[in-house]
């Protein structure tokens, strides 16, 4: 898979504490030409993330340990992880949940099911960041 002027497969960190969502998104992302690293849990995806250092993750809130916020929290704290695009998926509708996501840092809010169509556009950088509240 090409990403614009890098001739590379695109690195995709997916984070849910439910096994087999995480795998079914994962499965069609491979399928799309996606490197996709999963997992379950909170505090081993941090590890990951600043090991692998993905393109994007795609962050569930509601985890086990430490909310998905904390995560993205984490993430954006780190110089590798400042630019990186982290996405919410996750089944949580209200209004006050996008914007907790908005301020700790995600790019991205979708919600369960995400349509994989809306999730390739985002990861191809097709729809343009939302821009993350002054620090």
Avoid: Q
């Avoid at 999963?38 to 250092?53: G, H, Y």
């Amino acid at each position: 898979m090409f990403f614009g002027d890098r001739m590379e497969r695109r690195r995709i960190l997916i984070v849910d504490d439910r096994e087999d969502n995480a795998n079914a998104l994962g499965s069609l992302l491979r399928l799309h030409g996606y490197e996709v690293f999963i997992e379950t849990d909170p505090l081993v995806a941090l590890s990951v993330a600043a090991e692998k250092r993905p393109d994007a993750v795609l962050l569930d809130l509601g985890l086990p340990r430490l909310s998905g916020y904390d995560v993205c929290r984490c993430i954006r704290a780190e110089p590798w992880g400042k630019e990186m695009l982290i996405i919410a998926i996750t089944g949580w509708t209200r209004e006050s949940d996008r914007a907790e996501a908005r301020a700790a840092g995600f790019d991205h809010y979708l919600v369960k099911p995400a349509e994989l169509e809306t999730v390739e556009t985002l990861l191809k950088g097709e729809d343009r960041r939302a821009p993350r509240p002054p620090k």
